[in-house]
């Protein structure tokens, strides 16, 4: 074999390798995209007696939470009512689902008691309509198992509420979420 059919396998076996890299990395650049996003704090009061009652209270809250496809989320909500002396205790968010403008956290309370909250970002901040939440939902671990995907607290639900739930939005008093899909 000449010297310049050697050097042309020689460059055609660097070329095949360096394009083999490029494919490689741009498969990981897939796996590791920007992750979805959740942020944001403000105020907010719902009706608690669903019935014909009314116990409407005050919420305040912020959180911080970002996302890979809805599973293994991370990040901390700090949750309560204002007019309590004690302060509210931060909860680690389990999974965040988004879908356009909607989001959903979910994960276990200080007591292990299974929960999801939603949000709808309809605005930048100070634009109207305000964005909406819902309080936190807790549920028994049986409603969990009938109302949540099976890996839940790893993997969300849907970012919107499911009709079992009923009509549970509020609009935010003051504040702002973003909602961030990737």
């Excluded at 809250?61 to 004690?86: K, M, V």
Aim: with cysteine.
């Amino acid at each position: 074999m000449s010297k310049i059919a050697a050097a042309v396998i020689v460059l055609v076996a660097l070329a095949a390798l360096a394009v083999g890299r490029v494919a490689q990395s741009s498969a990981s650049s897939v796996q590791y995209s920007e992750p979805d996003r959740l942020f944001g704090g403000g105020r907010f009061e719902f009706d608690f007696d669903l019935g014909p009652n009314e116990l409407i209270l005050p919420r305040e809250f912020s959180l911080e939470a970002e996302s890979r496809n809805g599973r293994n989320g991370f990040g901390t909500r700090i949750y309560g009512n204002p007019d309590q002396p004690e302060p509210a205790t931060p909860n680690v968010i389990a999974c965040l689902n988004v879908e356009g403008n909607h989001a959903v956290i979910g994960g276990l309370d200080p007591a292990g008691t299974p929960y999801v909250q939603y949000f709808d970002d309809r605005s930048t901040a100070g634009k109207a309509p305000s964005d909406r939440i819902t309080p936190v939902l807790g549920m028994s671990p049986e409603d969990a198992a009938r109302l949540m995907p099976k890996q839940f607290p790893d993997l969300c639900p849907s970012a919107v509420p499911s009709s079992e739930f009923g009509d549970v939005w509020a609009t935010l008093e003051a504040g702002d979420v973003a909602v961030v899909d990737h």
